[in-house]
């Protein structure tokens, strides 16, 4: 996982093939996100997705990872609350595949709260729970799904 702001988001470039091109284009919908935008596709491997007025559901919740996609989560207005997870608990898995959406009971490793313009990275595997209590009562945020299939970091 990385947290950091998106104006330092090039530090990363080199970690995946689609990160400069993708940061890219995240940073600039920071600065002017205007109001019919929803988002932009980057490449056939990066999709951005623009989301306003977002409400923080209420605990508890089952964290989610990926097994073959990265998000990259940006606060563009208010403050997000994200719960961070250990290993997940093997019984407790619910899978979507076609979505590559999964779900899964884990012990709490904490939380980070993201500000306008910073940014979360979660590689595949790495359980989180986005949007949580405690954070803004609405957030705006870019999330980014980077299809990845290489070895995990």
């Known amino acids: 996982m990385i ?23 995240m940073a600039g919908l920071t600065r002017v996100p205007r109001e019919g935008d929803s988002g932009a596709e980057v490449s056939a491997a990066s999709r951005i997705t623009l989301s306003r007025d977002l409400v923080p559901r209420a605990r508890p919740q089952k964290f989610e990872y990926h097994e073959a996609h990265i998000d990259i989560h940006c ?37 980070i709260l993201l500000s306008s313009g910073m940014f979360a990275v979660f590689f595949r595997g790495e359980l989180h729970k986005p949007m949580m209590e405690g954070g803004s009562p609405r957030v705006a945020k870019l999330l980014a799904k980077i299809a990845d299939s290489g070895p995990r970091p």
């Open 3 to 25: 947290v950091d702001r998106i104006e330092r988001a090039e530090l990363y470039y080199a970690l995946h093939r689609e990160f400069p091109a993708t940061f890219a284009v």
């Open 75 to 111: 606060a563009l207005d208010g403050v997000e609350l994200i719960e961070l997870g250990s290993s997940p608990e093997a019984s407790s898995i619910e899978t979507d595949e076609a979505r590559d959406f999964y779900l899964a009971d884990a012990r709490s490793d904490g939380t």
